[in-house]
Each structure stands twice: as structure tokens, then as C-alpha cells.
């Protein structure tokens, strides 16, 4: 009995560990453009952290939302080229990359049909969120949309919208369309709600989720992480296959 509690006091303290992943592709790291971090210090501290933790490349994505976060491929790169140039100079061994997390309404839709520049990365994927409550009128009509125009549709934390907790039937239909669901990491935490970390914990279950990513805006996201690499379904993420080291 001694060795078994010791076994699973031992696992509770235990060393936070990512397992196989290297890269990162959703956090808020460019200073001053949306909700994440607010300077390049605290991007450096936070990716100092992520280097601790074995990552090796981070695809950061501001959000682009119209009237609130009003942010162009010109923006982005502008504040990545900073941010690329402190790390070189701290010398972080981490290749930092921008995308977008866009915002799925009709604006977005004007953007789809329009020559605008979206930022992408990996291989033509493209991050796109909802609203957490309601169903998008939008969201299918823009997966096809997307996909006839080369891009491959990444559904920003399926976990945290309740329309799915409401119609898992949708769950199933969006799959179908080989849209690809990302997960938040944190939200194995509870951290959200338990509603989301339980669907989550469903997500994973139905092996529907292809990446994984901090979503980090602040070293809070950071810690939350470290707690997340802790939980009972942490390993059984890291079980699927994953698409993050391929981007």
C-alpha cells in the first residue's frame, strides 16, 4: 500500500513534460495588438518558459476581429519582425511564426470572398474561432468556401462553444467536412468551466482532435499548462495523432 501511494503522490508533483510536442500553433505573443501580452518582455518571458518546456517553434496568431481587433497581415508581421529580432538577440532557441485566429462573421466571409491576404501557416491551414454561445450562421458555408479556395479550416478550441455542448450532432457533421479541431490544452484544467473540460475530455475520447495548442496570452497561461500536462487525459491526448510537429 506504501508503494502504491507513493506511486501516485509522486505523479501529482511530478515535472511538467509536453511529451513529443514541438510546436505551438495559437498564442497571442506579438505586444499590443489584441488581448495578449502588452510588451516584448513578456513575450520573451513566456517564451523562455515554452524553451524550458521543449518547445522549438511557435506559430502565434493575433486575433483578427472587425471593430475590436482591427489587425492586417501588415500589422502581424510588423510586430512578429520585432519579436523575432529580441529573440535573436536573447538568444532563445525557439523559431517564432505568425498567423491569425480569425473570427468567424460576415466580415470574415467578405474577406473569403475577396483577394485580402489571410495569414496562414503550415500547409495553407488557416485558424478561425466562433462566438462561444450561438451556432454561426456563417460556419459551413465558410468551411466550403475556404476549402475550394486551397485553405484547410482550423476550428479554434471546439471545447469552449457551447452550441456543440447543445448539438453534439454537429460534432459529427464539421468532422465530416475534414475541418480540423485544435484543443486547448488548459482547458483539461477546468480553467474555462467543467463543462468545457468535459467536453474536452469528449473530444479527445472521440479522437476528434488533430492539434493542440496554449492559446497563451500572459505566463498565467503558461503555468496553467504545466497543471495541464498533469491531468489524466494529457497522456491520452498525446496518444492521437497529432499534427502539431508536422507544421
Not at 456563417?138 to 468551411?143: D, M, N, P
Not at 476550428?155 to 475534414?178: G, Q, V
Not at 463543462?195 to 498565467?220: F, R, S, W, Y
Not at 491520452?236 to 508536422?246: A, F, M, V
Amino acid at each position: 500500500m506504501l508503494s502504491i501511494f507513493s506511486f501516485f503522490k509522486g505523479n501529482k508533483n511530478s515535472a511538467p513534460d509536453i511529451g513529443y510536442l514541438q510546436t505551438d500553433i495559437h498564442s497571442h505573443l506579438i505586444p499590443n495588438i489584441d488581448d495578449g501580452i502588452q510588451s516584448i518582455e513578456e513575450g520573451i518571458s513566456i517564451l523562455r518558459e515554452m524553451e524550458s518546456l521543449g518547445y522549438t517553434k511557435v506559430i502565434t496568431s493575433p486575433h483578427t476581429m472587425w471593430g475590436t481587433y482591427d489587425n492586417t497581415a501588415e500589422t502581424i508581421l510588423s510586430g512578429l519582425k520585432q519579436m523575432q529580432e529580441a529573440i535573436l538577440e536573447e538568444g532563445i532557441n525557439i523559431e517564432l511564426q505568425a498567423a491569425s485566429e480569425y473570427y468567424l462573421d460576415e466580415h470574415f466571409m467578405q474577406r473569403i470572398h475577396s483577394d485580402e491576404e489571410l495569414l496562414t501557416f503550415g500547409q495553407n491551414h488557416i485558424l478561425v474561432e466562433t462566438g462561444f454561445i450561438n451556432e454561426p450562421p456563417e460556419l459551413k458555408e465558410a468551411s466550403f468556401h475556404l476549402t475550394m479556395k486551397g485553405y484547410k479550416m482550423v476550428y479554434a478550441h471546439p471545447e469552449r462553444y457551447l452550441y456543440l455542448l447543445e448539438k453534439p450532432s454537429l460534432i459529427e457533421e464539421l468532422l465530416d467536412r475534414n475541418i480540423i479541431f485544435q484543443l486547448n490544452a488548459v482547458s483539461l484544467t477546468g480553467c474555462y468551466s467543467k463543462p468545457v473540460q468535459k467536453l474536452a475530455e469528449k473530444l479527445i475520447d472521440m479522437k476528434a482532435i488533430k492539434l493542440v495548442g496554449t492559446d497563451c496570452h500572459n505566463m498565467g497561461h503558461i503555468n496553467l499548462l504545466k497543471e495541464a500536462t498533469t491531468t489524466k487525459y494529457w497522456k491520452k491526448l498525446l496518444d492521437l495523432e497529432l499534427l502539431n510537429n508536422q507544421l
